[in-house]
């Protein structure tokens, strides 16, 4: 069986930290890009943050710039810092085989990325 599985969500006041973790069991994700995805209440899944199979830079939402940082190593990390009530969201990790570069995870369908986590909800209070 092949799962990716977030931990690290909470509920937590503004300006405060999380870091989200996203690990795989049943094989390893070393040629994938990995990035994170976020869906608030009543709207549409967007794009967060993510990082190419290589590893290095990772690439982000406007939103989020400045303020998360995502990395990796055969799972995919996301340090939340300086969190935002409109940062409260259900958070979701996703890997992508075709993604050649942390940009086109931003950019494909989603139906692209060849697994999803089942998601971890970060709450953020005012």
């Known amino acids: 069986q092949v799962q990716l599985v977030e931990s690290g969500g909470g509920s937590v006041q503004a300006g405060g930290s999380l870091r989200l973790s996203c690990a795989a069991r049943g094989r390893t994700f070393s040629n994938y890009a990995m990035g994170w995805f976020r869906q608030a209440p009543g709207k549409e899944r967007e794009f967060v943050a993510a990082?190419?199979?290589?590893?290095g830079s990772g690439y982000y939402a406007d939103s989020v710039k400045g303020r998360f940082t995502v990395s990796r190593d055969n799972a995919v990390y996301l340090q939340m810092n300086s969190l935002k009530p409109e940062d409260t969201a259900v958070y979701y990790c996703?890997?992508?085989?075709?993604?050649?570069?942390?940009?086109?995870?931003?950019?494909?369908?989603?139906?692209?990325?060849?697994?999803w986590g089942k998601g971890t909800l970060v709450s953020v209070s005012s």
């Open positions: 990082i190419r199979r290589s590893g």
């Open positions: 996703a890997v992508c085989w075709k993604c050649t570069t942390a940009q086109t995870m931003a950019t494909v369908e989603y139906n692209v990325m060849d697994y």
